[in-house]
């Protein structure tokens, strides 16, 4: 990665500290073109903030805290009070809220069990209309399996 900073930037590799390496690294979680993709990012004078900025997003934050709240106690309506922020003053669609909540999961709380909620209530919402409902579902669904055994 050094290396390709170094090109990128133009400035030698032991300028970058052992942290922006850490930190690009478990951004790219093993993808080698996110990986060439933050290096730029980082070394782009453009871009306000380099991938820092681009790894986190208002919405995303957003979509954490629903797992957060999830964990902290189960308050389903606290987190459907969330995903409809997301919903309605951001303009999400459910399936957009799911992708957050995909990228937020595998952050915040990664359990394939989360996986699989996310999956369904997908493929629910794809098939059965209703976003709101279907989030609801979803919702209800992962506290009953995942964080209610905790």
């Known amino acids: 990665m050094t290396g390709i900073l170094e090109k990128e930037g133009g400035v ?21 073109r996110k990986a060439i993709l933050f290096c730029q990012m980082n070394c782009d004078d453009r871009i306000e903030g380099g991938f820092e900025e681009y790894l986190e997003s208002e919405t995303g934050n957003i ?10 106690g189960g ?10 922020i997301l919903m309605l ?23 394939p069990r989360v996986t699989v909620a996310i ?7 794809r098939d059965a209309g209703n976003e709101y409902i279907q989030m609801d579902a979803f ?12």
């Open 75 to 84: 308050d389903i309506d606290k987190a459907k009070s969330v995903i409809e």
């Open 119 to 125: 999956a369904d209530a997908d493929l629910m919402m």
């Open 12 to 32: 030698p590799e032991t300028a970058y500290d052992k942290e922006e390496m850490e930190l690009i690294a478990a951004a790219s979680q093993g993808d080698a």
């Open 139 to 150: 919702l209800s669904g992962i506290v009953k399996e995942v964080f209610s055994a905790e």
């Open 89 to 111: 003053e951001y303009g999400l669609s459910g399936s957009e809220v799911l992708e957050e909540l995909s990228r937020a999961r595998k952050q915040e709380y990664n359990d």
């Open 63 to 72: 979509a954490r805290s629903v797992f957060r709240i999830l964990q902290n």
